[in-house]
């Protein structure tokens, strides 16, 4: 922690997506006692946290954010004194443990659901089951539509077998959405937060955090009563649940933090979700979408610290997450003129061949500029060894919902959650061990040999090694370094200073001359004083 500030604050989370991460029991799925073999591996990178993606009871329709039971974990990961061992094992060198609560939907596996669909009333009114309309009731409730695609309602059969009412899945029809304004519900995630905390966890990052609520009535997304936007997102109820929340947190000692996944534009009502009394951070996932053009990233960087800066909260950056295109892909193919979600970002595959060198070369610079940015950095697992989205994964072995729901148009999220390759040249790289039973989950290219954490390891000039060089070059002169001081320069060109620290960042064509001061780290070798095209250096001033 730096001075005056919280470990939230400034922390370089590092995010699990157990099931890629890696395979202790050689079932080809990655797991808890996996993930406790990496955490040397993750203090060595310099890991103040994990993000750990649900890893509770799960059919794993949506990779486990499709929970059946929220006090347990999923045998495929583990067990509860596998994750007791593993909170244990990550405080003991330093690392805290943030968990992944999912409180918008549960799985269609979890026993309310099961209990709701054999018409059991108390259970019914956790969801939103709604008569359909038209002659039949065969017309959906209302005109919401999945974010995986199709209708948002799926009909169930009633008692006597005829066709009955429909039930709201925001997401996948594997994922009933709870009903938030029923007491019961709101009262039994409560003893969710309290059981994982009482096991040490040190917070969560919260699932769709911005969608619990919606408008009564649930009415057509044409006819909303609201100003600002979808019926089903961001509703004023939701603060009363978050409040609540934190006074759970703040109760514990030290007290918990809560991290929100909210998809919310308007600065001002993002900042409702971080009042003092709320959340303490929100995802604004700022870097994600945005092209690697430098105006298009001051832009956006500028918005952010706006935002930030507006209601008194720190700022979390990331490149990628288990949701989006690899950033080394996206950058790998002409870059859009302006931000671009990563459904569009998937889309391009069918465009041309990507050149993951020149995505590689881009990535190495945008993490030189995430990390030198002020606030929190989340880092997405497989990017500190460069790893590219995988585009050509066969369809038969595709598991996210997406590709299914859109009717086999968008390959889906699979390609960023291929397994880890960690060292060797076997079967599974080293994400199962030799006995293992079962090929991993997805397959992995075959030029990941190149690529295994244990290669870069004592490489100089690999990707790994820049990550840990830059994580702890961070620590010793960015923590406390301020706020971001713009340098004018060239168009094409990011410039900014905190404290004695400046950061170039040349998107252009051509190289550009850098000021005199003493070079910290570039994210490519630099000729002279020139900074290349693509690339990105930290320096310290001279005065
Ligand atoms: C998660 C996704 C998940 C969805 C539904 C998202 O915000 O990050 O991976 O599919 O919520 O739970």
Redesign the pocket.
């Known amino acids: 922690m730096s001075g005056g500030q919280q470990w939230w604050q400034t922390a370089v989370v590092y995010q699990v997506y157990l099931r890629s991460l890696a395979d202790a029991n050689g079932d080809g799925t990655g797991d808890i006692a996996g993930l406790r073999d990496r955490l040397g591996y993750l203090s060595d990178l310099g890991a103040d946290a994990i993000w750990i993606?649900p890893w509770y009871s799960s059919p794993l329709a949506?990779?486990g954010?499709?929970v059946a039971e929220y006090c347990d974990v999923d045998p495929v990961f583990g067990d509860l004194d596998q994750a007791d061992a593993l909170i244990a094992q990550a405080h003991a060198v330093g690392i805290r443990v943030l968990l992944?609560i999912?409180p918008?939907?549960t799985s269609r596996e979890h026993p309310w659901f099961l209990a709701a669909i054999k018409g059991d009333p108390a259970a019914r009114a956790r969801y939103l089951f709604r008569p359909g309309r038209g002659e039949d009731g065969d017309q959906p409730p209302n005109n919401w539509i999945s974010?995986?695609g199709g209708p948002a309602w799926t009909r169930m059969s009633g008692p006597t077998g005829a066709p009955g009412d429909w039930y709201l899945h925001?997401?996948?029809p594997d994922?009933p959405d709870l009903d938030w304004s029923n007491p019961e519900v709101a009262a039994d995630f409560e003893d969710v937060l309290r059981f994982w905390f009482e096991r040490g966890v040190d917070g969560f990052r919260i699932?769709?955090a911005h969608g619990l609520i919606k408008t009564a009535g649930l009415p057509d997304l044409s006819d909303s009563p609201t100003r600002h936007g979808h019926p089903a997102w961001d509703q004023d109820g939701i603060h009363d649940i978050y409040r609540r929340w934190r006074s759970i947190a703040d109760s514990f000692r030290p007290p918990r933090i809560y991290v929100g996944?909210a998809w919310v534009d308007d600065p001002g009502r993002l900042a409702r979700y971080l009042r003092p009394d709320e959340l303490h951070a929100v995802f604004a996932s700022a870097l994600i979408r945005v092209p690697f053009r430098a105006e298009a990233l001051r832009a956006r960087i500028q918005q952010t610290l706006d935002t930030a800066e507006m209601i008194g909260s720190p700022v979390t950056w990331s490149l990628s997450?288990?949701?989006t295109v690899r950033h080394v892909t996206r950058y790998a193919r002409p870059q859009p003129a302006t931000s671009e979600n990563s459904a569009w970002y998937r889309r391009q595959r069918g465009t041309g061949p990507a050149d993951l060198a020149l995505g590689r070369i881009r990535a190495r610079a945008a993490t030189l500029l995430a990390l030198a940015l002020p606030g929190t950095t989340y880092l997405y697992q497989g990017e500190e060894l460069g790893l590219e989205e995988v585009e050509d994964l066969p369809d038969q072995l595709r598991q996210?919902?997406t590709w299914r729901q859109s009717g086999h148009t968008d390959p889906g999220?699979d390609g960023c959650r291929v397994p880890l390759p960690w060292s060797g040249d076997g079967p599974t790289l080293g994400f199962s061990p030799p006995e293992a039973t079962s090929p991993p989950w997805l397959p992995q290219p075959e030029h990941w040999i190149d690529c295994t954490a244990a290669a870069q390891a004592s490489d100089s000039r690999s990707m790994l090694t820049l990550y840990r060089t830059a994580i702890w070059l961070r620590r010793d002169h960015l923590l406390d370094a301020g706020p971001v001081t713009w340098i004018d320069t060239e168009s094409d060109v990011l410039a900014f200073r905190r404290g004695r620290i400046c950061c170039y960042l040349n998107t252009g064509s051509e190289p550009i001359a850098l000021p005199p001061g003493k070079l910290l780290l570039a994210s490519e070798t630099r000729a002279g004083s020139m900074l290349a095209p693509n690339t990105a250096a930290w320096l310290t001033a001279q005065s």
């Open positions: 993606a949506d990779g954010y499709d992944d999912v918008n939907h974010h995986f925001s997401f996948a994922q699932d769709s996944e997450n288990h949701d996210d919902p999220r």
